[in-house]
Structures are given as structure tokens and as C-alpha cells.
């Protein structure tokens, strides 16, 4: 079975940081290009960063040179490093496995809210 499960959202002011974590298992890991997406009440799901297999990585330019986005395969988990957070940051967030011409699968979700 494959599992992917967040971890680390929470509470933040402005300004703040985050790192959220998601690890994977019942996939190999290392072949699979991993996803951020996040999805604010009322608002269309968006992709914010993404890592391939080969650590190349791509970010939205509303979060572009705030994230990071990282992945250990040693510990099939990726990150999302989230600093100087704004609160058009508040958003549940998505972890996604994508392999291409395969499977594309998705965690549960873990909510950021920005806010004083």
C-alpha cells in the first residue's frame, strides 16, 4: 500500500518559518518526482515546488526565494523549508508522488496558517 503522510504544519506569524515533512513508503522513493501543492478555502490548487529524481527542483514565483524544497532518499521523505511566511501562505498543503507514464499519488494534507 502506498502511504504518504505530512507532518509539521501549524500555527505561524508573519514573517515566520515552517519546515513541513512528508514520508513516503510502499513506493521506490528515489525514481519518483515530489510535489508540493497547496489549496486555500475558495481557491484552485496550485503546485508550489517540485523535485525530480534527479534533485532538479522548480518553485511558483509567489514562494521563489522563500521555500526550499529537499528530499532524503535515505529516509524517503521530502521538505519544504517555508521562511519570511506571509499570510497568502495559509493554505492546506499536499504532499504528491509522480511518476511519469505511472502512478501519481497524494498524503492527506496539513494546514499552515499565518497569522498574529
Known amino acids: 500500500q502506498v502511504q504518504l503522510v505530512e507532518s509539521g504544519g501549524g500555527l505561524v506569524q508573519p514573517g515566520g518559518s515552517l519546515r513541513l515533512s512528508c514520508a513516503a513508503s510502499?513506493?521506490?522513493?528515489?525514481?519518483?518526482?515530489m510535489n508540493w501543492y497547496r489549496q486555500a478555502p475558495g481557491k484552485q490548487r496550485e503546485l508550489v515546488a517540485a523535485i525530480t529524481s534527479g534533485g532538479t527542483t522548480n518553485y511558483a514565483d509567489s514562494v521563489k526565494d522563500r521555500f526550499a524544497i529537499s528530499r532524503d532518499n535515505a529516509k524517503n521523505t521530502v521538505y519544504l523549508q517555508m521562511n519570511s511566511l506571509k499570510p497568502e501562505d495559509t493554505a492546506v498543503y499536499y504532499c504528491n508522488a509522480k511518476y511519469n507514464w505511472g502512478s501519481n499519488y497524494w498524503g492527506q494534507g496539513t494546514q499552515v496558517i499565518v497569522s498574529s
Open positions: 510502499g513506493i521506490t522513493f528515489s525514481i519518483y518526482t
